[in-house]
């Protein structure tokens, strides 16, 4: 069984980075198209960034385009959200997600493993 935990967030100001750490057991990331989604209070889940790295397939939602980078550690397999010059509008939980296609889709309910998520709050 997959299991997937989150790592790395917290209570930063705006302008500066944090990088999520999503930890993979009972499977290889490199197996899954890897998702990170985010839900802030009283919004839907919604995906931010995703890459399937046997296809090379990636996704950036256009609100982190140029800000937010998906790298992995294969030694570690693991996988890692590096968010640049965060904003107040990027507080929310994060969560990361596997999924067994090789196709990246936004849907949460397309993604089977999901971690227990991590708070971000940006303050201004």
């Known amino acids: 069984q997959v299991q997937l935990v989150e790592s790395g967030g917290g209570l930063v100001q705006a302008g500066d980075s944090l990088r999520l750490s999503c930890s993979i057991s009972g499977g290889t990331f490199s197996s899954y198209t890897m998702g990170w989604f985010r839900q802030a209070p009283g919004k839907e889940r919604e995906l931010v960034a995703a890459?399937?790295?046997?296809?090379?397939?990636?996704y950036y939602a256009d609100s982190v385009k140029g800000r937010f980078t998906m790298s992995r550690d294969y030694a570690k397999n693991m996988v890692h959200l590096q968010m640049n010059s965060l904003e107040p509008e990027d507080t929310a939980v994060y969560y990361c997600?596997?999924?067994?296609?090789?196709?990246?889709?936004?849907?949460?309910?397309?993604?089977?493993?999901w971690g227990q998520g991590t708070q971000v709050t940006v303050s201004s």
């Open positions: 890459k399937n790295w046997i296809s090379s397939n990636t």
């Open positions: 997600a596997a999924r067994n296609r090789l196709n990246i889709v936004a849907h949460p309910s397309e993604y089977a493993y």
